[in-house]
């Protein structure tokens, strides 16, 4: 059966509108993956391979839930409507999980003896931790892959849907600018003496106390502005909800060519992309040496690189399609890295070079820094972006709208390449020499160490996912062509 899906159009407007929950999702995300390690190292004491598995098993359980929160998002019959109930519910749970990730309970932080066995604080700790991390991915869970197939839904024209994944991506890196980055300055600012402000669990609690909070507004006023999108699914075609169904479903979707295309090249990219931005906070602390200001100003480059690549996206795609646009992106990223590699880690610019009171080493790696994100700001939303693509195609052939399914396994894909790229962090700071713990010391070793694995290893594993996108055979033409069959 071939339907035809007619192409929605929406203002760009209602594009930052939809947005609005990408503030939401930068707030708790990016605030979490940019300062746990730090915090679990640094101030609670965890080892780094305990940390980097308590991401891995959260992301790892949101990982198998999104295929699952697919195919009932889908299959939801309600007057209002397949997406709105669980975005709302989902917002609500992930924030609140979010908030309990930085403040951990005084119980939690002792040894516990208990009649016959004795429970160390360390296992206590991680016990918590782990707990809390799985509510806060569940809520994740929930919200993303409803929210993420409403974008694909309210506007789905080929290059409009680059513009909202573009916008919706560049509104992702303002919250981080404004929220992440500039936490540096305000929450961690001192980075000498004894103790470093990233030492200091209260700093890491105040921080997520002031982005919860603002996460919820974000929340409010993107629900408020969706709410004309609620349509009543009551009589939708949809699929039994059976588990035959469900794991049917799933096999059809794996054995989607173009699918399997863009799965194998987000999971390969997540991979060097994660690694890079873990491990980033430690070249910033510990081998670029700098102070909260300057830490603000190379972490805030990082987002606005991303977002301008985001805005950039429509010119690219435009210009050269989206598979050329990720070639692009991709190749552009790489180099960028492999510079910073060979300038600093051969100690061909020292790391405190100034030119007449003008920190010109510091310049050097934020711009070049910055342009990795470009391009990364690029190709994020693009592959997204291509998903769509693919979900329309399949309803022309079959009749049944999916993008709750497909947005699901690629977010399932994604979730599943971050925590093994979280893991992967963790154990490489204990390989580099990481020394844990509120009055450790690292040794120049180390700095130099976790820097090789941020400016090499990270982009060269990214550079390997090209060998998926190589293949992909989904264009404007081939989509219109589909477009047409179908009339």
């Known amino acids: 059966m071939q339907v035809n899906r007619k192409a929605a159009h929406c203002s760009t407007s209602e594009m930052i509108k939809y947005a609005l929950g990408a503030c939401t999702e930068s707030l708790v995300l990016n605030t979490f993956f940019g300062y746990s390690m730090l915090y679990y190292t640094k101030a609670l004491g965890l080892a780094p391979q305990m940390a980097g598995l308590t991401t891995f ?27 709105y109930p669980y975005i709302l519910a989902g917002g609500v ?23 016959a066995i004795k429970i160390p604080r360390m296992t206590m700790l991680f016990g918590y931790l782990v707990v809390m991390n799985l509510i806060f991915r569940t809520g994740y869970t929930v919200f993303i892959v409803p929210y993420t197939a409403l974008g694909f839904e309210i506007c789905s024209d080929y290059q409009g849907r680059s513009r909202i994944q573009g916008i919706r991506n ?92 863009v799965f194998g090249f987000i999971f390969v990219v997540m991979l060097g992309i994660v690694l890079v931005s873990t491990l980033q906070m430690y070249v910033f602390d510990d081998f670029m040496k700098l102070g909260g200001t300057r830490k603000t100003l190379a972490h805030g480059g990082t987002m606005v690189g991303m977002g301008l690549g985001s805005l950039s996206l429509g010119f690219f795609v435009k210009r050269f399609d989206k598979k050329g646009a990720i070639y692009i992106a991709v190749a552009g990223s790489v180099l960028c890295e492999l510079i910073l590699a060979g300038l600093f880690l051969t100690g061909f610019i020292p790391i405190n070079l100034e030119m007449c009171g003008i920190p010109v080493a510091f310049a050097i790696f934020v711009f070049f820094h910055s342009a990795y994100w470009f391009g990364n700001g690029i190709l994020i939303p693009t592959a997204t972006s291509m998903m769509a693509d693919i979900s329309e195609i399949n309803e022309i052939k079959t009749g049944v709208n999916k993008d709750g399914s497909y947005a699901a396994m690629f977010s399932l894909i994604t979730k599943v390449s971050m925590g093994i790229g979280g893991l992967a962090a963790g154990y490489g700071l204990n390989w580099t020499g990481f020394q844990m713990g509120d009055n450790a010391v690292q040794v120049p070793q180390f700095a130099w160490s976790v820097s090789a694995l941020t400016f090499v290893a990270g982009p060269l594993i990214s550079l390997m996912a090209m060998v998926f996108i190589m293949k992909y055979e989904a264009t404007q033409m081939s989509i219109d062509s589909f477009r047409g069959k179908s009339k």
């Open 57 to 83: 098993i959260a992301t790892l359980w949101g990982a198998m839930a999104d295929p699952v929160m697919g195919h009932i998002s889908d299959n939801t019959k309600s007057r209002f409507g397949k997406r």
């Open 93 to 115: 749970v992930m924030i609140v999980g979010f908030f309990f990730i930085w403040y951990v309970p005084d119980f939690f932080q002792t040894d516990k003896v208990l009649p």
């Open 170 to 261: 560049a509104m992702n890196m303002a919250a981080n600018l404004l929220g992440p980055a500039l936490a540096w300055t305000i929450y961690f600012n001192n980075n000498t003496g004894p103790v470093r402000d990233t030492q200091i669990a209260q700093n890491y609690i105040n921080m997520g106390f002031s982005f919860t909070l603002a996460a919820f507004i974000f929340l409010g006023l993107m629900l408020v502005f969706m709410v004309r999108y609620i349509k009543d699914s009551r009589c939708d075609q949809t699929r039994s909800s059976s588990p035959a169904s469900f794991f049917r479903n799933i096999r059809e979707i794996l054995q989607d060519a173009y699918a399997r295309r």
